[in-house]
């Protein structure tokens, strides 16, 4: 069996190729409303991230486009990312000053938007997300300045911290991995009573302006520390935190499974709005592809009329 890393590499230059004809629509024109769409990207996903973002765009309208350069895009990746989306920001993954919360594991993209939503209703749009569909209920998120998450699994919802830590409990006596082991105890945290939470993904969430999330990012983080000690340095404790922080805002939004869906087994099914295609079983059975290549019709279709 050819190792995960070739595959995936094989799977992504087909897929890419497959995709080139995002390259033949037409630019995108960055504008401060006070929404911005925020992405952390890497090399290999430029061309699937523009498929991303001018889908997501062409639903919600002028907005501002930031992304966070993990440190592998080239010059050439800038002036294509330039020549598509008139008026992009860039940030440099080292320039993002983590303080005490560790580096690594998109903690860099949690805090930058944490700190950009300080002045904007911000976005956070993975590369593998296509949208197909009118996103009403993100609109009416953005309009409300209300915080939303794209669901984990059909059945998430926001549920009090004792009803998050006692289903985790029920799933796993001993977890090893950082997301159960910090949701089984979220429920001895001070003030649990108070407290939220969703089996979300960051892979598509909204954060509201003026939420003010660091100071509880950074309690939220210390607190897990202390408790699950070098467990929490792994990968998938931002992925905690994110949907921690996105609970405990005022009225948060679980997006309807039934539109907005992750695509992994066992079904593979797919929403009617938008689907994340995540790295795991992203090529599987052709539907990334066919979504990807739906999306680029759609943005020339919506041009032409």
């Known amino acids: 069996m050819l190792p995960y890393t070739w595959v995936r590499t094989a799977n992504t230059f087909v897929h890419n ?154 799933l796993w006596t001993s977890p090893d991995s950082v997301q159960p082991a910090a949701e089984s105890i979220l429920d001895q945290m001070p003030d649990a009573a108070k407290l939220r939470y969703i089996w979300g993904t960051s892979a598509f969430t909204g954060f509201p302006r003026g939420s003010g999330g660091r100071k509880k990012a950074y309690g939220f983080s210390e607190w897990m520390r202390g408790r699950l000690g070098p467990l929490w340095e792994t990968w998938g404790s931002e992925q905690v935190t994110s949907n921690f922080l996105i609970a405990n805002c005022p009225d948060p939004l679980v997006l309807p499974w039934q539109k907005y869906q992750c695509y992994e087994p066992p079904d593979y099914s797919v929403g009617t709005e938008l689907n994340h295609f995540y790295g795991t079983y992203r090529f599987v059975g052709g539907a990334y592809r066919m979504h990807s290549r739906r999306a680029i019709s759609m943005l020339r279709d919506r041009t032409a009329a």
């Open 17 to 170: 190729r497959c995709i080139a004809a995002i390259r033949d629509t037409p630019r995108v024109q960055a504008m401060d409303t006070g929404l911005m769409l925020f992405s952390m990207l890497r090399h290999s996903d430029v061309l699937m991230y523009l498929v991303a973002i001018k889908s997501v765009y062409s639903r919600l309208g002028p907005c501002l486009i930031t992304v966070l350069d993990d440190g592998s895009l080239t010059k050439t990746d800038r002036e294509l990312l330039r020549e598509h989306l008139s008026g992009i920001r860039f940030l440099h993954i080292s320039a993002v000053n983590t303080e005490s919360f560790q580096k690594g594991g998109t903690w860099e993209r949690l805090l930058s938007v944490i700190n950009l939503s300080d002045d904007y209703y911000v976005i956070q749009v993975d590369a593998d997300i296509v949208a197909l569909g009118s996103l009403d209920e993100v609109l009416g998120c953005i309009r409300g300045n209300r915080a939303f998450t794209l669901a984990g699994n059909p059945a998430a919802a926001v549920e009090t911290a004792e009803e998050t830590s006692a289903r985790v409990r029920n």
